[in-house]
């Protein structure tokens, strides 16, 4: 049994190795040693469903298809791991760590990572009810809300739907601004770093809004009278949206942002093409995007 074995572990090193050898990038090197663990371990637990290290094989093998970018491959896994962490156990009695940590985070990103937001969410709602009655269930729901938030934040390739009136009386709505180049920019007057990433932004708008750079504003300001005092001051003459509820603006609830500044840009097709660039960056990517069809 234990020649089979060390058969077996030969062949996966000798294929490793021989990957290795025929590789043209380190990443390619690294990617055909966690196939190869991979493989190894799929197979061993295919082999052995109810051996006593079933869970560490799980563990790694989550690991291995999260170094080789395979989402689809870990959730069933990961699936497995929370019914093995949760079956029969009491609640004061289970692994918090590895149940929270090192399995419902990474499989909520994971669907998230493969499309499934929806199932993402209501992966959130089945676990706080699952552990509802634990004495930790007030930090629970916390660290739940958070995965929850970070799951529904815009991300490369979303459209957002952004329609309001600004504090001119002028309609803006982002579904009309398609061909061009937009900035979305949730911001408030009392927040140091939006404000000192200002001059870049306005730079960045001086340079390229005659081709086709615009931005919008979403201001988390309460007080209307010193946002438009501000500005007036600093010559921003892009749309703002403002109702007054700081943290609470409707905007920003909406699409979870929970700090700022937080910006998006928007491609001539209408989707997110890049998320919170700072400084050269965001000038950079502008006139990328610009020149591109």
Known sequence: MKTNKLITLTGA???????????????????ASEQAKATKLETYLKGNPKSEDRMAGL?????????????????????????????GIELKDLDLNNLLGG????????????????????????VKTDLAEHQQSQQIGQF?????????????????????????????????????????DFWATWCGPCVAELPNVLDAYKKHHDKGFEIIGISLDEDEAALKSFIKENNMTWPQYFDGKGWKNDIAQKYSISSIPATYLIGKNGKIVGSNLRGDQLEAEVARQLQSK
């Open 13 to 31: 090193i000798f294929l490793s190795l021989s990957a290795a050898l025929q590789a043209d990038s380190v990443r390619e090197i690294l990617d």
């Open 59 to 87: 563990t790694q093998l989550i690991m291995a298809y999260a170094n080789l970018e395979k989402p689809e491959k870990a959730m069933p896994l990961l699936q497995e791991k929370y019914t093995l962490l949760t079956k």
């Open 103 to 126: 399995t419902v985070r990474p499989m909520i990103l994971s669907m998230a990572a493969a499309g499934d937001r929806e199932g993402a969410k209501t992966l959130v709602t089945k």
């Open 144 to 184: 739940l809300d958070q995965l929850a938030a970070q799951i529904s934040a815009p991300a490369g390739g979303d459209v957002l739907e952004i329609a309001f009136t600004d504090l001119n009386g002028k309609k803006v709505d982002l579904a009309s601004m398609k061909g061009k180049v937009v900035l979305i």
